[in-house]
């Protein structure tokens, strides 16, 4: 995994640590809230918006890494097709690799 994708990987544990503490946080089943002379709790606002956050985060990251391993094994066609070098054609694979 290249520096910048380590990053990305680290952001996303942090936003999920976050949201999972939400979810985890007994106090947020409590119904305190008022919201028109009824009590909600802070769950029950949520509705669920901080899950689905964080579904769509994981989903853009899955694409985006899935894109780039698409690119690569064109690359590597590519390469095979034009006879490049050895040394062009085992840089594409190391590059794969980062993204297994």
């Not at 946080?25 to 709790?41: C, G």
């Not at 899950?51 to 890494?65: F, G, M, R, V």
């Amino acid at each position: 995994m290249m520096r910048n994708d380590t990053q990305i990987y680290e952001n996303l544990i942090v936003f999920l640590k976050e949201i999972l503490g939400f979810y985890a946080n007994e106090d947020n089943y409590v119904q305190k809230h008022n919201i028109n002379n009824e009590l909600s709790s802070s769950i029950e606002l949520d509705g669920g918006k901080q899950a689905k956050s964080a579904l769509n985060q994981i989903e853009t990251i899955e694409k985006l890494t899935s894109d780039k391993q698409n690119e690569l094994m064109e690359k590597f066609s590519h390469a095979i097709k034009n006879k490049q070098s050895l040394d062009e054609v085992l840089k594409i694979i190391e590059e794969f690799k980062k993204y297994e």
